[in-house]
């Protein structure tokens, strides 16, 4: 399937899969993708960590998991960070276990980034859940925004062709060998020229977010890579 996505859709469509289908490896982690009937004792536990979550209550109202599914998502990712927040390193050491062939560090620091949404440093719960709300249950133009954002690197509301290229070689980078046939060296910058011929209407060497969202949704590929994951949960 990759190989297929990398030589037909180009870049730009594979960045967004990127983006669902590193969320779904993290699901993958936290042992979270299949369901148990476990009791409400996980509310009883939220105060046992150092970082306290909302109430499920209020997780249950910003996002579109279920009470139950929100259960099960904070059991897993209290076993695995007992402190309540995962830092950029953790999520760097998550991301090298599962693409083990290259070098994910880069693309998990801007992945890590766009979970961080008050920019302290650090995923809280509330963090997790509210990306990954939009990420598998969001409306499309909700994911968009999502990937805008990571695109968006400095976060002045504009993808420039020095920000897109350090995204592709990220995916690059942590794709390693497993593309085939190999990309060479200068495929990201072609994909990046591609890209913005397409996106940047008006030509100033930027792509606003209404630039973006309107190209993504006129993409077939793009718009079919939105559905992937929808029913992971």
Same mark, same amino acid.
């Given at each position: 399937m990759l190989n297929a996505i990398w030589e037909t859709e180009g870049l730009q469509t594979v960045g967004i899969v990127v983006l669902v289908f590193a969320s779904i490896k993290l699901l993958h982690l936290l042992g979270l993708i299949s369901f148990s009937e476990d009791s409400v004792e996980d509310e009883l536990e939220l105060s046992a960590v150092r970082h306290r979550p909302e109430g499920l209550e209020q997780l249950e109202a910003q996002t579109r998991f279920s009470r139950k599914e929100l259960q099960i998502l904070y059991r897993g990712f209290k076993n695995e960070c007992p402190s309540g927040v995962v830092n950029e390193e953790t999520f760097k050491d998550i991301y090298a276990q599962f693409f083990p062939q290259g070098d994910a560090s880069t693309y998990a620091h801007f992945l890590f980034n766009a979970f961080? %949404?008050?920019?302290?440093?650090?995923?809280?719960?509330?963090?997790?859940?509210?990306?990954?709300?939009?990420?598998?249950?969001?409306?499309?133009? =909700?994911?968009?925004?999502?990937?805008?954002?990571?695109?968006?690197?400095?976060?002045?509301?504009?993808? %420039?062709? =020095?920000?897109?290229?350090?995204?592709?070689?990220?995916?690059?980078?942590?794709?390693?060998?497993?593309?085939? /046939?190999?990309?060479?060296? =200068? %495929? /990201?910058?072609?994909?990046? =020229?591609?890209?913005?011929?397409?996106?940047?209407?008006?030509?100033?060497?930027?792509? %606003?977010?209404d630039e973006f969202i309107d190209c993504c949704q006129n993409d077939e590929n793009i718009m079919r890579s939105m559905h992937l994951f929808e029913n992971v949960l």
């Open positions: 961080d %949404t008050d920019h302290n440093g650090s995923v809280s719960f509330e963090d997790f859940v509210m990306g990954l709300s939009i990420l598998l249950r969001g409306s499309v133009q =909700e994911k968009l925004n999502w990937a805008f954002n990571l695109y968006d690197i400095n976060k002045d509301g504009y993808i %420039t062709k =020095e920000e897109m290229l350090d995204i592709m070689k990220a995916i690059y980078d942590m794709m390693g060998k497993c593309t085939y /046939p190999v990309l060479k060296e =200068e %495929t /990201p910058r072609q994909h990046v =020229e591609v890209f913005f011929q397409k996106m940047d209407k008006n030509k100033d060497g930027v792509v %606003t977010i």
